[in-house]
């Protein structure tokens, strides 16, 4: 067995896609979309490279996590190791390593950076705030949604990401954690007899390379290994509509604190409670499949 995975993410140029085809094909339906060279227009394009960070803000102490090390109950908040950029940079280039660099604030070491690009006009209600990655080669970042619920638009500076997306009505194939953005199910490593509903779940993959620009609209499953070290930039915009904006801001201002509370409260009981959630769900949701399919 074998999870359906393979349909590609769409790729289109990124350098004459018109905002109102963007809008009509992509936004508005929340599909995903490889936009190459869309960042062509700013001087980030050719500036940003590996080299570049080394040398001008190599001394900077970043803290780094441990892809091992993550825990599906866990959210990413206590760091695995630290050091300074530029030996980080010359260990994902060089050495195997399965520390990653997450969520990166470069912008505050160096805010100059800011004056590197724009925001693309595709689109608009752009939420301020860009965000960088790193990560060394086979790194993984596990499957998750976005808690924001925003769309997120990411690109690719250095190396390769496999991207494999699901879109969110998929969630209870995937085994979703409730209160959580994790799923149970790791699926590079599919194990059906303990999670049958995976084989329900359709997703999508595509490869990121240099210049890509992957549109993901919110809401989406992500599962991301770097098929190359390197690095990407990520830049959102606002949920499509109200309903995702305000699942997005509760997500975040109560049922992250929601769950934390729980956790250092019950601990692996309410962990256990949640997977039970989990797996009920995805029984209801193979039994809708069946049915479906006796209907048909
Ligand atoms: O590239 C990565 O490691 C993760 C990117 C990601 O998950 C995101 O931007 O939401």
């Given at each position: 067995m074998k999870m359906n995975i393979d349909t590609p993410i769409p790729i289109v140029d990124g350098t004459t896609i018109t905002r109102k085809e963007f809008t009509e094909k992509y936004l508005k339906p929340q599909k995903p979309v490889i936009l190459r060279?869309?960042?062509?227009?700013?001087?980030?394009?050719?500036?940003?490279?590996m080299d570049y960070f080394k040398q001008s803000m190599g001394d900077i102490k970043v803290k780094l996590f441990s892809t091992k090390q993550a825990n599906p109950s866990e959210t990413l908040s206590v760091a695995h190791a630290e050091m300074k950029f530029n030996e980080y940079l010359e260990l994902i280039e060089k050495e195997p390593t399965d520390l990653r660099l997450f969520l990166f604030p470069v912008f505050k070491h160096?805010?100059?950076?800011?004056?590197d690009f724009g925001y693309p006009n595709i689109t608009g209600r752009y939420i301020k705030i860009p965000f960088m990655f790193f990560g060394p080669k086979h790194s993984v970042t596990r499957m998750h949604m976005d808690i924001d619920m925003s769309n997120v638009f990411l690109t690719q500076f250095a190396g390769k990401r496999r991207v494999v997306l699901f879109p969110p009505d998929q969630s209870d194939f995937l085994y979703r954690l409730p209160f959580n953005v994790?799923?149970?199910?790791?699926i590079d490593k599919p194990d059906f007899e303990t999670y049958p509903a995976m084989q329900y779940a359709k997703g999508c993959t595509g490869i990121l390379e240099y210049g890509d620009t992957l549109y993901m609209p919110s809401g989406y499953w992500h599962h991301i290994e770097y098929a190359e070290g390197g690095f990407g930039l990520s830049v959102r915009t606002i949920g499509a509509s109200v309903g995702t904006i305000l699942t997005g801001l509760w997500n975040v201002s109560i049922q992250r604190k929601f769950d934390d509370i729980m956790f250092k409260i019950r601990g692996q009981k309410w962990f256990n409670y949640k997977k039970q959630l989990a797996f009920k769900r995805a029984e209801k949701a193979m039994q809708r499949v069946k049915e479906n399919a006796v209907l048909q």
């Amino acid at each position: 067995m074998k999870m359906n995975i393979d349909t590609p993410i769409p790729i289109v140029d990124g350098t004459t896609i018109t905002r109102k085809e963007f809008t009509e094909k992509y936004l508005k339906p929340q599909k995903p979309v490889i936009l190459r060279g869309l960042w062509k227009q700013y001087p980030a394009y050719e500036k940003w490279t590996m080299d570049y960070f080394k040398q001008s803000m190599g001394d900077i102490k970043v803290k780094l996590f441990s892809t091992k090390q993550a825990n599906p109950s866990e959210t990413l908040s206590v760091a695995h190791a630290e050091m300074k950029f530029n030996e980080y940079l010359e260990l994902i280039e060089k050495e195997p390593t399965d520390l990653r660099l997450f969520l990166f604030p470069v912008f505050k070491h160096k805010p100059e950076l800011l004056k590197d690009f724009g925001y693309p006009n595709i689109t608009g209600r752009y939420i301020k705030i860009p965000f960088m990655f790193f990560g060394p080669k086979h790194s993984v970042t596990r499957m998750h949604m976005d808690i924001d619920m925003s769309n997120v638009f990411l690109t690719q500076f250095a190396g390769k990401r496999r991207v494999v997306l699901f879109p969110p009505d998929q969630s209870d194939f995937l085994y979703r954690l409730p209160f959580n953005v994790h799923g149970l199910v790791d699926i590079d490593k599919p194990d059906f007899e303990t999670y049958p509903a995976m084989q329900y779940a359709k997703g999508c993959t595509g490869i990121l390379e240099y210049g890509d620009t992957l549109y993901m609209p919110s809401g989406y499953w992500h599962h991301i290994e770097y098929a190359e070290g390197g690095f990407g930039l990520s830049v959102r915009t606002i949920g499509a509509s109200v309903g995702t904006i305000l699942t997005g801001l509760w997500n975040v201002s109560i049922q992250r604190k929601f769950d934390d509370i729980m956790f250092k409260i019950r601990g692996q009981k309410w962990f256990n409670y949640k997977k039970q959630l989990a797996f009920k769900r995805a029984e209801k949701a193979m039994q809708r499949v069946k049915e479906n399919a006796v209907l048909q």
